[in-house]
């Protein structure tokens, strides 16, 4: 490119030459980064978000121990009590999930500038979320309470 610009020009200056994909990815790089910080950020976030879930049913699983020997030892069929605690466990999670839908269309306006292709207030981004969500707080509602509807009634009542 140099030497056909100096054939036709001598004088023209030449400065910085790059490609257009170079080009391209120092105009992309800013955004780029923090797509993958916001990414990351969020990741950090639904890890956090399961363990804290795990750990709320697993503790409550603790407390009821005795309830849940007691329940089996009078004829609760395992899967009795695994819906019971999942009920519990799904209704934290439901309220839960309002709430921050509710923050989250509240401040939608102050986030919609950093999603790319995607308005503020796509239903469908909510819709991916929440399902994102739900998901992983079934997972992590269910291992604990898995567990727990595996007890022999009789180690349970005599943990107490």
């Known amino acids: 490119v140099r030497a056909a610009v100096r054939a036709i020009d001598r004088d023209q200056p030449i400065g910085d030459i790059r490609t257009l994909d170079q080009r391209l990815a120092e105009a992309l790089a ?20 399961a363990v804290g879930i795990y750990s709320v049913v697993a503790q409550m699983v603790v407390r009821r121990t005795t309830e849940i020997g007691l329940r089996m030892a009078l004829g609760a069929d395992r899967g009795t009590i695994l819906s019971l605690l999942a009920k519990r466990g799904l209704t ?21 500038k950093l999603l790319y ?6 239903v469908l981004t909510y819709a991916v979320v929440v399902g994102l969500l739900a998901a992983v707080a079934v997972a992590a509602i269910l291992w604990p309470a898995r567990r727990a509807s595996r007890l022999e009634p009789i180690i349970a009542l005599r943990q107490d």
């Open 92 to 112: 934290l999670v439901a309220i839960g999930i309002a709430a921050g839908l509710a923050l989250a269309f509240a401040l939608t306006r102050l986030i919609s």
């Open 117 to 122: 292709g995607v308005g503020g207030g796509s």
């Open 30 to 49: 800013r955004p780029r980064l923090s797509a993958i910080l916001l990414a990351s950020f969020g990741g950090l976030a639904l890890i956090l978000a």
